[in-house]
């Protein structure tokens, strides 16, 4: 389905009826992501899950924009739809950021958060300056190329060796974002904010959830996040690395039904 926000098309799924839950992907994928997840949660609640701008078939933005602007494009949609009570966000990595963003801005509307594959600290110098290198990659050598120097580091290695559709699907996921969504979200990504302070001011219930073979995110981060927020526990799942909903996924939509219980 399509949505107008503000001057762009966003493309988002949206099933089943009751708690609303948010899918928010990371980068740079799309919300095909979520495929499992949205049909087996969808039995329970409202799963919702929007292609951010530039992204699968999301039109893309000509402008720079931040993380911020990614979490206004989210409220929008819930406007659009009329859901109006409060969510749930389900956000995996840059997915993740625009959570914090949403929780910072949008606060009143958030009934509880599930970060997954993400982390509250920023970029640091080093990471600023791989930013501006795959941007240029992005525009010397197109998605292919950014999909190429991601995919490895995305699973636990034996889920690269040994799932070979799986890395498949991610390649093409990766390799159909536009060069301006690359671009947009890395720029964003670069300039997002620190929200380590924001961990202490979380009074929803919060699940965390890592691979404990993340190479992109290591699992000692999402360990300090949770030491930080009051109401909240952590679930690693062995044998996963950064994309722990699809290397592990019967256990990863355990671990929401779990969760979901609370509401
Ligand atoms: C993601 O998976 O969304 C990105 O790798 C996150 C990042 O680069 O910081």
Request: overall charge neutral.
């Amino acid at each position: 389905m399509k949505s107008k926000i503000n001057n762009f098309s966003l493309a988002y799924d949206i099933a089943g009826e009751g708690l609303p839950l948010l899918f928010i992907h990371g980068y740079p994928l799309g919300r095909s992501l979520w495929e499992s997840q949205m049909s087996d949660l969808s039995r329970s609640v409202q799963t919702i899950s929007p292609d951010l701008r530039g992204h699968g078939e999301s039109e893309a933005v000509f402008s720079q924009y931040s993380i911020e602007s990614l979490a206004d494009d989210c409220i929008q949609l819930l406007d659009n739809l009329e859901i109006t009570q409060p969510i749930i966000i389900c956000g995996l990595s840059m997915g993740g950021y625009v959570a914090f963003a949403l929780y910072r801005k949008y606060r009143s509307r958030i009934a509880g958060l599930i970060l997954t594959a993400t982390r509250a600290a920023p970029d640091t110098p080093e990471g600023k300056v791989n930013r501006k290198k795959a941007i240029d990659l992005a525009l010397s050598e197109g998605p292919k190329a950014i999909a190429n120097s991601m995919l490895p580091k995305m699973f636990a290695p034996a889920t690269y060796v040994n799932n070979p559709s799986l890395v498949k699907k991610i390649h093409n996921m990766m390799e159909s974002t536009s060069v301006q969504g690359i671009i947009g979200a890395l720029n964003a990504m670069k300039n997002r904010p620190d929200s380590t302070h924001l961990l202490k001011e979380i009074n929803v219930p919060v699940l965390i959830i890592h691979g404990n073979q993340d190479q992109l995110i290591p699992v000692t981060e999402a360990q300090e996040m949770q030491l930080l927020i009051a109401n909240s526990e952590i679930v690693t799942l062995e044998n996963a690395g950064h994309l722990p909903n699809l290397e592990q996924s019967t256990l990863f939509n355990q671990a929401l039904k779990q969760f979901l219980t609370r509401f």
